[in-house]
Structure formats: C-alpha cells, structure tokens
C-alpha cells in the first residue's frame, strides 16, 4: 500500500531551536515532495517543495531529501511561536503513471515553547 | 499574490440534499484538484481535472460526487446525495503543472456539515 508516514508528535521545541521534522514514504518511483503547514482549523499552506536528493533552503527553512532511504525531512532554524503548527510531509507517489494526486501524511504537531 | 479562494465557507445540509462547492483556482493555472479533510484525519486526494476532463480519481470520488468548470474561473465539486460521513473540509488546490513536479495551492476550504 502507497503510504507516507510521519510521527505524530506533539513535538515541542524552546524558541530559537532547531525543529526536525521527519517524512517516509512508501514508492520509490516518487519524483516530488512537499511541506506544507497547517494551522488548527485552516488549510495547508505550501512552505516547502523538493524534487532532488540533498538539501533546498529557503530562509529559516531546509528541506532534506534521500531517495535511495525513501525519507525527506524538514528542518526548522530559529524556532518562534508563531511556528507552532501540524506539519504535513506530501508526496507524489506515482507520478509514472500519470498520477498528479498527492498522498498526505497525517502530520506532525509542532509546539514552540517561548 | 494570487490565491485559490473557495465558497461558501462553511455549508450546513441535510442527508440527502446535493451541495454544490465553488472554487476559484489561481488564473494562470491549469490543473485543478479537490481534497478532502475529515476531522483530525488525514487530507485525503479525491479527484483531479486538465483540459476539462477528469484526470484521475480516487476511490472516494464515487458516482455521488461530479466535477465541472463552467466557465473560465470557476471549478465546482458537487455531492448529489449528501450522507453523514461526507462531513468534512473540502480543499480545492490547483497546479501550473501535472505530473512530477506541480507545485500545488490549496484554498481555504469549505465546510461540509451534513445532519
């Protein structure tokens, strides 16, 4: 079964921390990964796409990608409050047979402590 | 900086009723998609749409559920009989692209109570 996993959390971090976030996924065909933040009752919001293996940085933002141990991670600098959200990993598992759909994990709570 | 919007923002109906959702994708996209949320679950992919046609569906998106874009800015989900379990958030997103690597823009969502 397609899947992608993530923990739960909550996970809770100090300001000014770094935050791991950590995503597998299922399919090794897998071309496309993406973060995205969800605060309680909204709707995600993309913070994060990669498409190589390595690393992508984006302000206080690195999103970590290994395809060959099928895991893509998002590491948070300089935690602040205002970070405290579900985060959610997505990937397109299929995309060979033309699939554009993207698999949600169920998220992992992050808590910011001030 | 554009944006997906959706309406109405919350729909309350009753079992049986169809509803109608409404979404304004971003103007320059060309891949459009709904998903949904049931309460502390998981976003779940329901269908995708290009070139007027549905591109792929998933097994939730029975014959209940329809899609069209009837003009150049709308795309509508509607459920023709509502049940209790459709309760949920309903995400439109769109995508300049498809497959590989379309980078994909939710909206607000709306939110279906069925009682």
């Known amino acids: 079964q397609k899947e992608v996993e993530q923990n739960s959390g909550p996970l809770s971090v100090p300001e000014g921390a770094i935050a791991s976030l950590n995503c597998t996924y299922s399919?090794?065909?897998?071309?496309?990964f993406f973060w995205y933040r969800q605060y309680s009752g909204k709707s995600p919001e993309l913070i994060m796409f990669?498409?190589?293996?390595g690393d992508k940085e984006d302000g206080r933002f690195t999103a970590q990608l290994n395809k060959a141990s099928q895991y893509v991670s998002l590491l948070i600098r300089d935690s602040q409050p205002s970070d405290s959200a579900t985060y959610l990993c997505?990937?397109?598992?299929?995309?060979?047979?033309?699939?554009?759909?993207?698999?949600f994990g169920k998220g992992t709570k992050l808590s910011v402590i001030p | 900086e554009p944006e997906v919007t959706q309406t109405p923002s919350h729909q309350v109906t009753q079992m049986g009723q169809e509803v109608i959702l409404r979404c304004v994708p971003i103007?320059?996209?060309?891949?459009f998609y709904w998903y949904r949320q049931i309460l502390g679950q998981k976003v779940e992919f329901l269908v995708s749409?290009?070139?007027?046609?549905?591109?792929?569906k998933s097994e939730i998106f029975d014959d209940q559920f329809s899609v069209e874009r009837p003009d150049g800015s709308n795309f509508t989900l509607k459920i023709r009989s509502t049940k209790l379990e459709d309760s949920a958030m309903y995400f439109c997103?769109?995508?300049?692209?498809?497959?590989?690597?379309?980078?994909?823009?939710f909206g607000p969502g709306t939110r279906l109570t069925v009682t």
């Open positions: 997103a769109s995508s300049q692209q498809g497959q590989g690597r379309g980078e994909q823009y």
């Open positions: 399919d090794r065909g897998s071309q496309s």
């Open positions: 990669i498409y190589s293996n």
């Open positions: 997505a990937v397109n598992l299929n995309p060979g047979a033309g699939s554009y759909q993207l698999t």
């Open positions: 103007s320059n996209h060309l891949y």
């Open positions: 749409f290009y070139n007027n046609e549905i591109s792929e």
